[in-house]
């Protein structure tokens, strides 16, 4: 396990790269899939990290309390070198309930993870979706950085970061969080 912190390529305001994965309950998905969300927050995360594991049920969670917003967890992990982070334990995950996310996707390219910029598991994003009448998404990033201050897998959190900026695109406020890094097991990248 190595420690990362994240650093991404993406700033406040900046549109969410589009992007076209398979998820683990057999459905194709991309931003329009969640176009009827006020936010869409996206995690970088995988099934073996002991830092993403620790989040499991914090995802859970917020994916069963907020109605009106999609917790999409995006797995990039070289599955071959790293068999825990394949996507038949992905949807297994899933038919047993320890991840109950509003979808869990694979990048199998790792193409999704590079263009957003994340580095670690659990790396979140989240997006408030600005689209007026059109119907169509508009997400637009406006939280990027740890979702809790637990520092360590085992470690209770006291102030949960990713619900207060939730809670703020909610009641359509700007979010008024410093953006600290991430921090988990680095992304298991393809061998180049």
Known sequence: MVL???????????????FELPGADGETYTLESFADDEALLLVFTCNHCPYAQAKFDLLND???????VSVVGINPNDAEEYP????ELMC???TDGRIDYDAYLRDE?????????????????????EAEASGEADFRLVYQGRLDD?????D????FYVSEAIDAVLDGEDVDLDWRPSQGCSIKWHEE
Do not use: I
Request: hydrophobic share 30%.
């Open 109 to 129: 390219s790792q193409a999704v993870a590079r263009e957003y910029g994340a580095v670690c598991t659990p790396d979140p994003f989240l997006f408030a979706n």
């Open 92 to 94: 297994e995950f899933v």
């Open 84 to 87: 825990d982070d394949s996507f």
């Open 156 to 159: 209770d959190p006291s102030r």
């Open 150 to 154: 637990a520092p360590n897998p085992d």
């Open 4 to 18: 990362r912190e994240s650093d991404s390529e993406l700033a406040a305001d900046d549109p969410a790269p589009d």
């Open 62 to 68: 917020l994916a069963d309390e907020y109605d009106d």
